[in-house]
């Protein structure tokens, strides 16, 4: 068994919270960056506005309320991607805080 004292436990948990938190932070930004409006749901996007414009044109209402609920889930897709990217961003900050916290209350001996 490893011998560990307190304070190398402490150091240990100060320096695994933190790479976690940074971590957190970087797959948050990540998240935000690449999933939140990729080039796939802007084409998505842009053919369900065309048929939406086609239903009209032709007056067909079963297509264009199809089209709306299809930009109405595409949007929230997109809320969704941007939310996790958030949540993962905070709870990495609040990792990166509490490791600031555990080397803070290490009393020098």
């Known amino acids: ?9 402490q150091l240990l948990i100060a320096a695994v919270l933190f790479i976690l938190g940074c971590l957190s932070v970087m797959l948050g930004v990540f998240i935000l960056m690449a999933r939140g409006y990729s080039r796939e749901i802007k ?3 842009a053919h369900t506005a ?4 086609k239903g009209i044109a032709q007056e067909v209402s079963g297509l264009v309320s199809s089209a709306s ?4 889930a595409i ?4 809320r969704t991607a941007s939310g996790v ?11 990166i805080v509490a490791a600031y916290w555990i080397i803070s209350r290490i009393n020098p001996a």
Not at 2 to 9: A, F, T
Not at 75 to 78: D, F, S
């Open 69 to 72: 609920g299809l930009i109405d």
């Open 43 to 45: 084409t998505i996007a």
């Open 50 to 53: 065309r048929l939406g414009h």
């Open 85 to 95: 990217g958030v949540f993962l961003i905070f709870f990495g900050l609040l990792m």
């Open 1 to 9: 068994m490893i011998p560990m004292s307190l304070l190398d436990m």
């Open 75 to 78: 949007n929230q897709l997109v």
